[in-house]
């Protein structure tokens, strides 16, 4: 699989927004992913988008997604200290017939 | 509605040793894909089992191996364990080869070579 692209780290204030952003490779993908993993845990599907879509709403998420750029991003609306985790966007990559996955963002919460 | 349950939780083997992990899928799926987790990187696609062929295969060699049974739960086996190999070990299940919805994951084993 090719490389899915995240930065690394993002602290945000409790109460502001916060904004993940990804960069994915296959451009016929069909759907693409964000999971949530909290420590010692698995990964939690949080949302997905169809790549016909270029924007799907779910209560404080809000994933907006970029096809000619390649681009996705996570917005969390009114972040609370229990969003502190680290979240992987990943693609289907029609390809391979997988779900391929990037390095992941770790999201801190300051109270 | 049981989701993805995986054994062990934690695991310690030594360098050369082998391993088998065991995951069984979300009641109602019939597709398993294993990913190894290296500590700070995101998983890593292992294999894919279906109708108990393997069906896709990512880039790891043939020292990892698996098999999944006719109640669609699936096994992990690794041989001669390298110190590299430790890592988080995710199982996710889902309906048919095609995850178009995601896939569940569990919670995952935690291997530790030594």
């Known amino acids: 699989g090719e490389d899915v692209e995240q930065s690394l780290f993002l602290s945000v204030r409790e109460g502001d927004s916060s904004v993940i952003n990804c960069t994915y490779t296959d451009s016929s993908s069909t759907y693409l992913y964000w999971y949530k993993q909290e420590p010692g845990a698995g990964l939690q599907l949080l949302t997905y988008i169809f790549s016909n879509m270029d924007m799907k709403q779910d209560q404080r998420l809000t994933v907006l997604l970029n096809k000619k750029d390649k681009h996705l991003s996570l917005r969390i609306a009114d972040t609370q200290t229990g969003d502190s985790a680290i979240y992987f966007c990943a693609e289907w990559q029609t390809g391979a017939n997988n779900l391929f996955f990037g390095t992941g963002t770790r999201l801190t919460v300051i109270p | ?114």
């Not at chain 2, 896709?56 to 041989?79: A, I, M, T």
């Open chain 2, 1 to 114: 509605d049981a989701g993805v349950t995986q054994s062990p939780t934690h695991l310690i083997k030594t360098r050369g040793q082998q391993v088998t992990l065991r995951c069984s899928p979300k009641s109602g799926h019939d597709t398993v894909s294993w990913y190894q987790q290296a500590l700070g990187q995101g998983p890593q696609f292992i294999f894919q089992y279906y109708e108990e062929e393997e069906r896709q295969r990512g880039n790891f060699p043939d020292r990892f191996s698996g098999h999944q049974f006719p109640n669609y739960s699936s096994e992990l086996n690794v041989n001669a364990l390298l110190l590299g190999d430790s890592a988080l070990y995710l199982c996710a299940s889902s309906l048919g080869e095609d995850g178009d919805y995601g896939y569940t994951f569990g919670s995952g084993t935690r291997l530790t070579v030594v």
